[in-house]
């Protein structure tokens, strides 16, 4: 059952030094999907206060104004935020090729098999019990601490059989509900993957001589967060299963192309190819995904202006803060990046390594052999 959904509705509450937007849906019960919702909250208070003493005369004036700052004109804002996606993105797919999670139903299966052949074996049992008089044995097969009145060697097994039905219908229904859990669908699996990367950026600039100069110190901090929810239901097992053994890789052709892994060090074209068969024989149930972002700028400059006798003193404050929270309907795929260069890790120069034996005819020897 789908709820119906209305919207959207939009509201921009009024707080001084604040600009605040929130847009979101309704739905009647049961409020049993997720639903879009954005919200953006900026604020920014700005403290200006200048001295100018002339002559012995000194004046002060000072301002408090609004001042707010949206941190997607960040310079890197772009690039990380594609990075927490993509992380995101492969934590999820991760999740999704992981047998152990399919691996449980199938054991979960077997089980209830076992228990198949146990209650039916019970059940013959006791059939046969009844037919050769033995009324106690077919009792303690039941779990019953005694064994009816009314049964007899002389009745047939049907009559005495009807005497143990307190006895055998739990049995019955036990049975029932193994082969309902056998015969039904073993489920929705529901996943869930989160990234996080973080912006950070000092900076002092002083400029001018001992008698006029001014500085400025900024501090800014982005936190980016994105939360990947979907179920997952296998609906075409062969497919699915061909996918995660690799036979279903629209990738393969680049991974087969010379030094093709070493432009994957600095842009993810594998994983962007590859995730276009990522879902391959699953059913996606109500996949979204939550971006949280949230940041913090704050300046403080100082100024100090000489001309003559003429002292010019100023002094700004700026406070910003942003929070950007956006839930969307759906999962997109990786972004195609350019990842920055952070030095060489163990493992790309040992493919460095190897890779460079390989151009030599292997007569390249490595420096930790003995």
Request: zero cysteines.
């Amino acid at each position: 059952m789908v709820a119906p959904v209305t919207g959207p509705f939009t509201t921009y509450p009024t707080a001084s030094f604040t600009d605040i937007v929130k847009q979101g849906y309704r739905q009647a019960k049961p409020y049993n999907q997720p639903l879009a919702y954005i919200l953006y909250k900026y604020f920014g208070i700005s403290y200006l206060s200048s001295q100018v003493s002339w002559n012995g005369t000194v004046t002060q004036t000072s301002s408090l104004n609004k001042q707010t700052w949206g941190f997607t004109s960040d310079p890197d804002y772009t690039r990380v935020s594609s990075a927490v996606h993509n992380k995101a993105y492969e934590k999820l797919r991760a999740k999704l090729s992981d047998s152990s999670g399919w691996a449980e139903n199938i054991a979960q299966a077997g089980k209830t098999r076992q228990l198949v052949v146990q209650y039916a074996s019970t059940l013959k049992d006791v059939v046969l019990d009844l037919k050769r008089g033995r009324f106690d044995r077919a009792a303690a097969a039941l779990n019953l601490t005694r064994e009816p009145k009314n049964v007899s060697r002389r009745r047939g097994v049907a009559a005495n059989f009807l005497e143990f039905e307190y006895g055998v219908k739990p049995l019955i229904s036990d049975l029932q509900d193994s082969m309902t859990i056998l015969t039904g669908d073993p489920g929705v699996r529901w996943l869930r993957a989160s990234a996080h990367e973080r912006i950070l950026r000092r900076s002092f600039i002083r400029t001018g001589n001992p008698n006029s100069w001014d500085t400025t110190f900024e501090v800014i901090s982005i936190d980016l967060q994105e939360t990947i929810r979907v179920g997952v239901q296998v609906v075409n097992p062969n497919i699915f299963l061909a996918n995660q053994l690799g036979l279903i890789d629209l990738a393969l052709p680049w991974k087969l192309m010379p030094f093709s892994f070493i432009v994957d060090w600095f842009v993810n074209v594998e994983q962007v190819i590859s995730s276009f068969t990522d879902w391959f024989g699953v059913l996606m149930i109500h996949p979204h995904t939550t971006k949280f972002h949230s940041g913090a700028r704050n300046r403080v400059y100082n100024a100090v202006l000489t001309e003559g006798t003429k002292i010019t003193t100023t002094h700004n404050t700026v406070n910003q803060h942003s929070v950007e929270m956006v839930r969307s309907l759906g999962i997109s795929g990786p972004t195609l990046i350019v990842r920055p260069f952070k030095g060489f890790s163990m493992e790309r120069g040992a493919q460095a390594l190897a890779l460079v034996s390989t151009v030599l005819g292997g007569k390249t020897h490595s420096p930790f052999a003995r």
